[in-house]
């Protein structure tokens, strides 16, 4: 079975200070390792899809890595519009077209 | 905006009653999936459709049914509705099926009281 496990539950960083994002996976043939960001009473919104070990994506001033075990989401110099809950979620071979989603990084950015 | 609609966007009902929420996926995508999100669960996959067909099942409860039209969009049908079942019930939906960059809408807030 597909797991997916991300850390802090919650962070809170000051305009200007970057930080990471963790999710952790377990998965048999990882064909897909994707993020999404979601606002309050509002759908995910895509971002990254991740196929292969130390592939990489760029977003304004997000960053996406993986790894074999794990996912960053690196942000950089933060803005207080990059508040939003950050979601991490992962397709196996065995999944067919089910995407497993981790609970999800809370993140505020105080101004 | 992605392009995926449902309605309604709130529903309050009672407990025993039967709910039906719909999705009209993007223009040209075949795929439809629907997902329920609640505080303790985060997201959790339902079930998808393909081009009018049932592709895949997840954590769906008997009480629970769907189906996709020839015009693609798709109904949810939730009855005998518990307390429990009170959640966000979002639809996604690709091009393809096989589940890469799905396109979510803005959830159907459902609450069983």
């Known amino acids: 079975e597909d797991q997916v496990t991300q850390s802090p539950e919650a962070l809170r960083l000051q305009e200007g200070e970057s930080s990471s994002l963790n999710c952790s996976y377990t998965?048999?043939?990882?064909?897909?390792l994707f993020w999404y960001r979601q606002d309050p009473g509002k759908g995910p919104e895509f971002l990254f899809t991740l196929y292969s070990a130390g592939e990489e994506k760029e977003k304004e001033r997000l960053k996406a890595t993986l790894t074999k075990k794990e996912s960053f989401l690196h942000i950089t110099a933060p803005k207080p519009e990059d508040s939003a809950t950050y979601l991490c979620?992962?397709?196996?071979?065995?999944?067919?077209?089910?995407?497993?989603f981790g609970e999800g990084t809370q993140l505020t950015v105080n101004p | 905006d992605s392009g995926v609609t449902q309605t309604p966007k709130h529903l309050i009902t009672a407990t025993g009653q039967r709910v039906t929420l719909r999705c009209s996926p993007r223009s040209g995508d075949l795929s439809v999936y629907w997902y329920q999100q609640s505080l303790d669960q985060g997201l959790q996959f339902l079930i998808q459709y393909y081009n009018g067909e049932e592709r895949a099942k997840g954590n769906i409860l008997e009480r629970f049914s769907a189906q996709q039209f020839p015009d693609l969009h798709s109904e949810l049908n939730l009855s005998s509705l518990e307390l429990g079942d009170s959640a966000l019930y979002f639809c996604?939906?690709?091009?393809?099926?096989?589940?890469?960059?799905?396109?979510f809408g803005s959830g159907t807030q459902l609450s069983v009281l």
């Open positions: 996604a939906s690709s091009v393809v099926g096989t589940g890469t960059e799905l396109f």
């Open positions: 979620a992962v397709r196996g071979e065995t999944s067919g077209s089910r995407l497993t």
């Open positions: 998965v048999s043939g990882l064909r897909g």
